[in-house]
């Protein structure tokens, strides 16, 4: 089979939710993402920034679910990813922003350690490489997040962002 342009990002997508890698996406991949955040960042389970990262985890994988798991398994298949996933953020691009919104803008909380709604550049490549981005990959993402420059990442950068990388259009 001839792969694609438009199947290799899928797959790259996919991968990226599969955080575990064991072929399907599920609410063990949010919690452990939201785990390995507070483990970076020594941030306690159990404090307000720690429940809130795990309630935002739960939401998107909730918004995940609802969106692809067809057969309510509680896994979500690349094959559900592609025919629930892809198909209904191609409907409604504003879907992704929507499931991710919480969980995003609690892990830029435990990022942010001064609480001034920015993160440096290089504490964004923190993130995203515990979310098992590559390192110089996650180091450019982080730059590329950073529109004007000024070395730090706010949600308004971030959302939009990643919203738009979810969103993939043939
Ligand atoms: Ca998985
Ligand atoms: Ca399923």
Request: aromatic content about 8%; glycine content about 8%.
């Amino acid at each position: 089979m001839v792969s694609t342009e438009y199947e290799r990002r899928i797959a790259a997508r996919f991968a990226t939710l599969d955080q575990d890698g064991n072929g399907y996406i599920d609410r063990e991949d949010f919690s452990a993402a939201a785990k390995a955040l507070l483990a970076e960042f020594a941030v306690p389970a159990r404090s307000a920034k720690g429940q809130g990262l795990y309630a935002g985890a739960e939401a998107f994988w909730q918004g995940m679910a609802g969106m692809a798991d067809r057969d309510g398994d509680q896994r979500v298949t690349r094959e559900e990813f592609i025919s629930g996933a892809v198909k209904r953020l191609r409907d409604n691009p504003d879907r992704f922003a929507e499931i991710a919104r919480p969980f995003l803008h609690a892990a830029l909380a435990v990022a942010d350690e001064d609480a001034d709604g920015r993160v440096t550049v290089e504490d964004t490549a923190r993130v995203l490489r515990v979310l098992h981005v590559p390192q110089g990959a996650a180091r450019a993402a982080a730059e590329a997040l950073d529109g004007d420059g000024d070395g730090t990442v706010t949600e308004a950068d971030l959302i939009p962002a990643i919203a738009g990388y979810f969103t993939i259009t043939e």
